[in-house]
């Protein structure tokens, strides 16, 4: 019998995987990217205090009407142009 593949717990082993090397600092904060079946989300993240300090998604107020009819490489870019904007501004 053929066993079904999950991909949420092979998505968890990754993400362990890639986070046992990688830590977000002041400095030099750590990008992270979820990509659901229908939406993005994309959140910007100082580890050594355990804060998110910005974040931007499909679902974000600004970006939720201007999205309507695009690709998801189109929104994609637009999260991470709104994600960008308010980095530099938090500083």
Same mark, same amino acid.
């Given at each position: 019998?053929?066993?079904?593949? +999950?991909?949420?717990?092979?998505?968890?082993?990754?993400?362990?995987? /890639?986070?046992?090397?990688?830590? @977000? $600092?002041?400095? =030099?904060?750590?990008? +992270?990217?979820?990509?659901?079946?229908?939406?993005?989300?994309?959140? /910007?993240?100082?580890?050594?205090? @355990? $804060?998110?300090? =910005?974040?931007?998604?499909?679902?974000?107020?600004?970006?939720?009407?201007?999205?309507?009819?695009?690709?998801?490489?189109?929104?994609?870019?637009?999260?991470?142009?709104?994600?960008?904007?308010?980095?530099?501004?938090?500083?």
């Amino acid at each position: 019998m053929i066993n079904k593949v +999950n991909k949420n717990v092979q998505r968890r082993k990754r993400h362990l995987r /890639v986070r046992k090397n990688i830590f @977000g $600092t002041k400095t =030099c904060p750590r990008l +992270n990217i979820y990509r659901s079946t229908s939406h993005i989300y994309a959140q /910007v993240i100082n580890d050594e205090n @355990g $804060t998110t300090l =910005c974040s931007a998604s499909t679902l974000s107020k600004e970006l939720i009407e201007t999205l309507k009819g695009k690709t998801k490489s189109e929104q994609a870019f637009a999260v991470g142009e709104l994600l960008g904007k308010v980095a530099v501004k938090k500083g």
